[in-house]
């Protein structure tokens, strides 16, 4: 399950004042809770940014297109 990144500082910050936050459907009250401790830790040792969703798009530079379409026109393509 992917939960937003307000919603993991949101239990992180509640974890640390000793609060436990709702729990969403589908998860066990132990698997949550060990969730929360993981986010704990991660935030701890990186930063809260961590927290974030990676996105999953690839970025080319303008050499690596003009190589690609370069393929392409010469018919070696994948």
């Not at 132990?30 to 996105?55: C, M, Y």
């Not at 297109?65 to 070696?76: A, D, H, W, Y």
Request: hydrophobic fraction near 25%; include cysteine; glycine fraction near 6%.
């Amino acid at each position: 399950m992917r939960y937003s990144y307000e919603f993991k500082r949101k239990c992180v910050e509640m974890y640390r004042k000793g609060i436990l936050p709702d729990i969403p459907d589908g998860i066990t009250k132990e698997e949550f809770q060990h969730q929360i401790r993981r986010w704990t830790r991660i935030e701890d040792a990186n930063g809260p940014t961590v927290l974030r969703h990676k996105s999953q798009n690839k970025y080319w530079t303008p050499e690596e297109k003009l190589k690609l379409v370069s393929q392409v026109i010469t018919g070696k393509s994948c």
